[in-house]
Nanobody, 118 residues
Framework: QVQLVESGGGLVQAGGSLRLSCAAS????????MGWFRQAPGKEREFVAT????????DYSDSVKGRFTISRDNAKNTMYLQMHSLKREDTAVYFC???????????WGQGTQVTVSS
């Protein structure tokens, strides 16, 4: 199965931008639906965005819609999350996830920390 490694997290001021990457190795990347999730301290993991393996269509949580953009480059086996207009409430560990069926994710990366300061 595919293995996932996130990168690109860090400390950014409110209103700033970051781009997260999720590099995949192993099986054929294009076969997998991909998504981003996040978990803030003391909270449950929540959905952020997903991108289809079939047509590349994207879906977002209401909290990030219009600010975040998910994309994938199948030639580079990499998925991205471009984040703009970051808010303190975006502070969390961000995880990428993969699955062979749309909406079902059974492969997870180790996470990358995003901290937004005021």
């Amino acid at each position: 199965q595919v293995q996932l490694v996130e990168s690109g997290g860090g400390l950014v001021q409110a209103g700033g931008s970051l781009r997260l990457s999720c590099a995949a190795s192993g099986r054929i990347f294009s076969n997998y639906a991909m998504g981003w999730f996040r978990q803030a301290p003391g909270k449950e993991r929540e959905f952020v965005a997903t991108i289809s393996r079939i047509d590349g269509s994207a879906d977002y949580s209401d909290s990030v819609k219009g600010r975040f953009t998910i994309s994938r480059d199948n030639a580079k086996n990499t998925m991205y999350l471009q984040m703009h207009s970051l808010k303190r409430e975006d502070t969390a560990v961000y995880f990428c996830a993969a699955g062979l069926r749309e909406g079902i994710y059974n492969i997870w990366g180790q996470g990358t920390q995003v901290t937004v300061s005021s």
